[in-house]
């Protein structure tokens, strides 16, 4: 069983950055491949970017390429995601999920665990 609780959304203007954690329990949270998604209001759920158990391997979606970054730290549990140069469509609630495998899958019917959650708004 796998535990994820994600923090760091919220309201910031374009241009600007947000750092999104997620922190993750359970005996078999280290050696699961991460992903984080996203969904907009109306959207499908989206993968935004994913990195595999060891961290050695990174996928992200264009759209996201050269601003955003993926990162894992193995001692606390946790996998973030810095996002800079914000766009407005970037707007969409952010999760974060688990799988229970070595590698990446970009579909989220590939995950296993999925945290709750966190808002991220972009002004104009």
């Known amino acids: 069983q796998v535990q994820l609780v994600e923090s760091g959304g919220g309201l910031v203007q374009a241009g600007g950055s947000l750092r999104l954690s997620c922190a993750g329990s359970?005996?078999?949270?280290?050696?699961?491949?991460m992903g984080w998604f996203r969904q907009a209001p109306g959207k499908e759920r989206e993968i935004v970017a994913g990195?595999?158990?060891?961290?050695?391997?990174?996928y992200y979606v264009d759209s996201v390429k050269g601003r955003f970054t993926i990162s894992r730290d193995h001692a606390k549990n946790t996998v973030h995601l810095q996002m800079n140069s914000l766009k407005p469509e970037d707007t969409a609630v952010y999760y974060c999920?688990?799988?229970?495998?070595?590698?990446?899958?970009?579909?989220?019917?590939?995950?296993?665990?999925w945290g709750q959650g966190t808002q991220v708004t972009v002004s104009s």
């Open positions: 359970g005996r078999t949270f280290s050696s699961a491949a």
């Open positions: 999920a688990a799988r229970l495998t070595t590698g990446v899958s970009r579909a989220p019917s590939g995950y296993d665990y």
């Open positions: 990195i595999s158990w060891s961290g050695g391997s990174t």
